[in-house]
């Protein structure tokens, strides 16, 4: 079965940092782009960033450049997301998503996706 299962989600106060993972089995890692998104309470699904399978992270939404970054294990089928300068509007449940293309994260075509982890920031 193939899947992808995120942790490391928390309850972190402003300012801090967390780093979830994204583990991945079932499929070829190595050739998949790797996809973080976030939906908050009450609000739509929106894409953090993504992924490629060269480990190269493209469309950064610019509420979090300069604090996210994304990172991939293809030796340990894993993909992080490391945060920093968190937030309270980054308060949301963490998703992550693979997509056949290597290169793309398209929010609407992923082929594989995770149930997500909460992630409160709050003082």
């Known amino acids: 079965q193939s899947q992808v299962v995120e942790s490391g989600g928390a309850l972190v106060q402003p300012g801090g940092s967390l780093r979830l993972s994204c583990a991945a089995s079932?499929?070829?890692?190595?050739?998949?782009?790797i996809g973080w998104f976030r939906q908050a309470p009450g609000k739509e699904r929106e894409r953090v960033l993504c992924?490629?399978?060269?480990?190269?992270?493209?469309d950064l939404d610019s509420d979090v450049l300069g604090r996210f970054s994304g990172s991939r294990s293809n030796a340990n089928n894993t993909a992080y997301l490391q945060m920093t300068g968190l937030k309270p509007e980054d308060t949301a449940v963490y998703h992550c998503?693979?997509?056949?293309?290597?290169?793309?994260?398209?929010?609407?075509?992923?082929?594989?996706w995770g149930k997500g982890t909460l992630v409160n920031v709050s003082s």
């Open positions: 079932g499929f070829n890692f190595d050739t998949y782009a």
């Open positions: 992924i490629g399978r060269s480990g190269v992270s493209t």
């Open positions: 998503a693979a997509h056949s293309s290597g290169f793309f994260c398209p929010s609407g075509g992923m082929n594989y």
